[in-house]
């Protein structure tokens, strides 16, 4: 079983609710690290114009490329949910490797931040959330209930297949584990 | 339960959004952990990005933690730490100077919304003790909103005169003027409801200078508009709805005063203009044709929604932006009906109303003074470094020689923040309440550690409105030697030899607010205070939205309007007598100052908006690296201003006219319409030593002028930009 987001696009106001609450349940001070991230988009040309965002963590890949990029086999893939996973007790850090997961990530998802030899760090999808059956912490923090979560398959079912929007290209070799509904 | 166990405690943020969100507080060891959102029955409450990062502005190594006396220039920044005696000894010692030296008056007392919709804590504390002390002077105006109050109580008689949020997706069509609730918040899960009129195939359109994240996510169609100018496009509306026979006349003649006097000055009959699309054109930089198109459907797809709030009434002539856009909801008869609006000042009549928060407090806090001691003449928000500077001499009421600040950071938030610092060099003694170093605490002669919301108990409603509360628990101790205002000033009111002063515990306080709100409400019933402070969230049950003016237009006849009229006042009888220049009985678009055909776009050619930013809630929390991390402050410029002047994304830029200059990263954009730039207010002044702010803070620019009302024209300005060094 895979777990992976829906993202609905078009209600998306670009607030940052989700970037924030997942900085604050994770802890994260370091403000170059971005475990879930939002990437605006502006199109077009006065007055015709389009602005969209994409509100991007780790999308769990199916075949993640991190993986198999990893020199000391630091991410694993949990068979039981399809979350990825750093050891970070593993991991080499950013100075003793030259962060081949990260280059190999199609989306940039691999975070090290600006520390001596900070461990990779990843999206965890909240797995102590889920441990107590609560969702991963942006989802329940979108003000504008943008976001769903649970198996993929499931997803696909109740909001069909679009796996693209401007911005976002599925990678074929990967195969994220997202689906979306467009603005545009 | 032990102590060491981790538990969840409910608050909010009290800060001047308009919203209220619940914040869910986990706290371990007297230490707040983490922050979660609303995650109970009903329409849940969810925080935006500011409440989620509140606990990096609890724990920031920025707070200030001791009470403070000034070492270097004011400006400076350089305190020397002195404990509470002496801090309140000094400053009951320089009121006592102050009045005894000069008068009461002498001593200005600028509290204003750094705490809102908060029944206790808030700046009603200094309120109370000043008007004790014997007088003082006080400020009046609001940054936000003046223009839209004073239009709702002329042409309603009353500020509750808006509807629940979740009527939005019951209109037809809805137009969003000059309004941006995804960044401004405005209410709580108003973006909410727009998203599912939209997902309801409802037509929205944005009438804006700039492409907002609203226009983006809500929107049709955007109208780009020119700024000060909405009132033109309005009139012009009211002209093709007269012209095309699509207004409601019934409506009119039977609930309204004075359209005939509206209808002869939009026809021309006296002043030969009739107020056509063509010439709203040449004004607003919006096309005729998409002005008759916009009068059509709005008229035509009833019930229509107009929603806005502040912003283009932030402008020289504001109040005829909301006296105008409020006819406009009467002649479509688009009042006291579901999916309508009166497209006034927003509050619905549900839960606590404005009574029960400010006034109630303002009740109790200030019950049993002497009356004349509050009867002391205002100064305007706009006016204050004015009347410093110029004092009686200049026609103001008083000699200021004192400043008390509280709840507020006017060096950066009202206009004009170089003639600010100028005015604040000149006084005898500045003494500050306030939790970091801001522009304005840098002015203090004491400066004083005022504590969060965390670390004390109050409750807070939706100043604009809503169907709920919410307790806002005391979540851990104090931290440092901060205090509460109300703490603070009880040990002021010690030393000053005042008694009763606060004779209550904050627990018996707000046990008594909330005792007497129950006779200000008709939503009852409320529970009780034990068991409100328990569940931290009161959410009122209601069966369908609330609507304005219901039983106005029902049964008219037994439910007159709060004016003078018992009618909607177009024409206001008010008004004429009022007899003030500019300030017309009829809505009426006035040429502003600073527009573009003020002969100072010859130096100054851009008009500025400034806007709010969604990192942070005016000037607060614009030191939180979590929350300044996430966009740039930057200056939005059309691309083809950029270009005439050799600017490219990214420059710095210096922007400028005669009140200041300031430096700023530009953003070269589609989302605005050319001619004007649009800058983020709330970013914190930081004046370098050539007086150029380093900051960017939009007062800097602004002129410290008010509309005919009162309204703050933050959108009335213009500037100069050019390409700076990086």
């Known amino acids: ?184 | 339960m032990s102590k060491n166990l981790e538990k969840t405690i409910i608050s909010s943020c009290p800060h001047d959004c308009g919203g209220r969100c619940v914040l869910k507080v986990h706290v371990k060891n007297n230490t707040i952990t983490k922050i979660e959102t609303d995650d109970g029955e009903g329409t849940q409450l969810r925080a935006c990005a500011r409440g989620r990062a509140y606990r990096q502005r609890v724990y920031s190594p920025d707070r200030l933690k001791y009470p403070m006396k000034r070492t270097g220039e004011r400006g400076e920044g350089k305190f020397k730490r002195i404990s509470w005696d002496e801090a309140l000894e000094k400053v009951s010692s320089e009121l006592i100077r102050i009045k005894e030296t000069y008068a009461p008056e002498a001593i200005l007392n600028i509290s204003y919304s750094g705490n809102t919709g908060t029944f206790l804590h808030n700046q009603l504390s200094l309120f109370r003790l000043l008007t004790m002390f014997g007088g003082f002077t006080p400020i009046w105006g609001s940054a936000s909103f003046w223009g839209s109050l004073f239009s709702s109580e002329t042409t309603f008689g009353t500020v509750t005169a808006g509807h629940t949020g979740d009527d939005i997706p019951n209109a037809k069509y809805i137009i969003m003027w000059g309004w941006n609730p995804a960044e401004t918040v405005q209410k709580t899960n108003t973006a909410h409801y727009l998203s599912q009129a939209k997902e309801k195939g409802i037509k929205i359109v944005s009438i804006d200078p700039r492409f907002t994240d609203s226009a983006a996510a809500f929107a049709n169609q955007w109208i780009p508009i020119r700024p000060g100018t909405d009132t033109a496009m309005i009139i012009a509306m009211a002209y093709v709805m007269i012209i095309e026979n699509l207004h409601d006349k019934k409506f009119l003649e039977k609930y309204t005063t004075g359209f005939d006097k509206f209808e002869a000055y939009v026809l021309g009959t006296d002043d030969k203009q009739p107020k056509t699309p063509a010439w709203a054109e040449t004004i607003t930089g919006v096309k005729a044709e998409t002005i008759e198109k916009i009068a059509r459907q709005y008229a035509g797809n009833k019930p229509s929604k107009i929603l806005t709030l502040g912003a283009p009434g932030r402008t020289a002539f504001g109040e005829q932006f909301h006296r105008s856009l409020s006819t406009l909801s009467a002649m479509t008869g688009n009042i006291g009906v579901s999916g309508g609006e009166p497209a006034a000042f927003g509050l619905p009549a549900v839960g606590l109303q404005p009574s029960a928060g400010t006034g109630l407090i303002a009740r109790q806090m200030t019950g049993n003074l002497p009356e004349g001691a509050r009867q002391r003449p205002a100064l305007h928000i706009t006016k204050l470094w004015d009347a410093i500077l110029k004092g009686k001499e200049g026609g103001y009421p008083a000699d200021i020689k004192m400043a008390y600040i509280t709840n507020g950071n006017p060096v950066n938030q009202f206009m004009n923040s170089n003639k600010a610092v100028e005015a604040l060099k000149k006084l005898e003694t500045i003494v500050v309440h306030e939790q970091f170093m801001t522009p304005t605490a840098k002015y203090a002669d004491i400066l004083l550690p005022v504590n969060t919301q965390f670390e004390r108990n109050d409750i807070i409603r939706p100043w604009q409105g809503g169907p709920y509360c919410i307790y806002m628990n005391k979540i851990i101790d104090s931290l440092y030697e901060s205090k509460s205002d109300l703490e603070i000033c009880t040990g002021l009111a010690k030393k000053l030899g005042l008694s009763g002063y606060n004779e209550l515990t904050e627990d018996e306080w707000l046990r008594d607010f909330w005792e007497a709100a129950k006779d200000m409400t008709d939503s009852k019933p409320l529970p009780d205070y034990d068991t409100f402070k328990k569940e931290g969230v009161f959410k009122i049950k209601t069966d369908k939205p609330v609507i304005a003016f219901e039983k106005e237009i029902k049964d008219p006849e037994n439910n007159p309007f709060p004016t003078a009229s018992g009618k909607i006042e177009i024409y206001s009888e008010k008004l004429k007598e009022r007899n003030t220049p500019d300030l017309p009985p009829i809505p009426m678009y006035i040429e502003p100052w600073e527009g573009k055909n003020d002969p100072l776009t010859k130096k100054y050619p851009l008009q500025l908006v400034s806007t709010h930013s969604k990192r942070r809630i005016h000037s607060n929390m614009d030191n939180m690296p979590w929350l300044n991390s996430l966009e740039p402050h930057v200056i939005w410029i059309n691309s083809t201003d950029a270009e005439a002047r050799g600017i490219v994304n990214g420059d710095n830029a210096l922007v400028f006219n005669d009140r200041g200059k300031i430096s700023i990263k530009v953003k070269v954009t589609e989302r605005i319409i050319p001619g004007v730039v649009s800058l983020g207010q709330g970013a914190w002044y930081s004046p370098d030593k050539k007086g150029i702010d380093r900051g960017g803070c939009a007062n800097v620019l602004l002129k410290d002028e008010h509309s005919p009302a009162g309204a703050f024209c933050s959108n009335t300005c213009l500037v100069e930009i050019e390409k700076g060094e990086d």
């Open chain 1, 1 to 184: 079983m895979q777990i992976g987001f829906y993202f609905d696009q078009s209600r998306c106001t670009g607030c940052y609710a989700c970037v924030i609450a997942c900085r604050d349940w994770h802890d994260i001070k370091d403000t170059s690290i971005e475990l879930r991230k939002i990437i605006p988009l502006e199109q077009g040309k006065y007055p015709d114009v389009k602005l969209s965002y994409i509100s991007l963590s780790c999308n769990h890949c199916k075949t993640p490329a991190c993986k198999e990029a990893c020199p000391v086999e630091a991410i694993s893939k949990r068979d039981e949910n399809g979350i990825m996973v750093v050891d970070q007790n593993v991991c080499l850090g950013k100075d003793r490797c030259k962060m081949f997961c990260k280059e190999a990530c199609p989306y940039d998802a691999p975070q090290f931040g600006e520390t001596e030899n900070s461990k990779m760090q990843l999206c965890t999808l909240c797995t102590d959330r889920l441990a107590e059956n609560k969702n991963p912490v942006c989802v329940d923090a979108c003000p504008m209930r943008a976001f769903d979560f649970g198996p993929i398959d499931e997803l696909k079912k109740k909001y069909g297949e679009i796996k693209e929007v401007p911005g976002f290209v599925h990678s074929k070799q990967t195969e994220p584990s997202i689906i979306f509904k467009p603005r545009y």
